[in-house]
């Protein structure tokens, strides 16, 4: 649930990057934050965990627009893609505003991306939240392989409500700022609805 500061006039809302390991959440941060006016962004904090490359964390302030005179700030996060993180995941969902799922475009991914979104869809509602309630999008990343499911077939096996959708090459940007704003202007819509 969005932080409301009024000292500083500020609404905070958190939004959480969730999909399978190596699939490119962390991409996508990287990329917004390369991309995030010095002004607009505070610093990147990242965790490696032991096992592999897989971040604990990412969180970048990026502001974006007013909500009734209040400035807001997004706070963006990925979680550790891997399922032995479970604890991890559930801990990074607690008091977020909107979700990203960030699928692996490749074949022989389908199969993780089908479990991770359950995975999602389980740690949400062990916070009182249903998926198909909060602001949410699909982005199906790494189009630009070979190797990939149509996205005819991805959106048949991955979507909860008729989310937005986008296609995306997280290394290379292609799609990255459509799917945040599509989540973003979902969340300022619950807040100006007053939710």
């Known amino acids: 649930m969005a932080f409301i500061n009024y000292a500083n006039r500020e609404i905070n809302c958190k939004i959480v990057y969730y999909g399978p390991g190596l699939g490119g959440k962390t991409s996508n941060l990287q990329y ?3 991309r995030t006016a010095e002004k607009s962004k505070g610093k990147m904090i990242s965790l490696a ?4 490359r897989t971040l604990f964390f990412d969180f970048l ?7 009734r005179g209040f400035t807001t700030r997004f706070h963006l996060y990925t979680v550790p893609g891997q399922v032995f993180y479970d604890a991890s ?3 990074i969902l607690k008091g977020v505003d909107g979700v990203i799922f960030v699928a692996d475009s490749q074949v022989e991914r389908v199969e993780a991306n089908v479990e991770s979104i359950r995975n999602l869809d389980e740690n949400l509602s062990d916070h009182g939240l249903l998926l198909q309630d909060i602001p949410y999008a699909l982005q199906f990343n ?10 005819e077939d ?3 096996s991955l ?3 008729r989310e937005p959708t986008f296609e995306a090459i997280a290394t290379k940007g ?11 202007k979902l969340i300022l819509k619950d807040l100006n609805r007053g939710r």
């Open 159 to 161: 979507n909860f409500k």
């Open 32 to 34: 917004i934050y390369d």
């Open 61 to 67: 302030p990026l502001d974006l627009g007013t909500v």
């Open 142 to 151: 790494k189009r630009d392989l070979d190797n990939v499911v149509s996205v």
């Open 49 to 52: 965990t032991e096992a592999d």
């Open 89 to 91: 995941r559930k801990l």
């Open 174 to 184: 292609y799609g990255v700022f459509d799917t945040l704003r599509a989540v973003a």
């Open 154 to 156: 991805m959106y048949r």
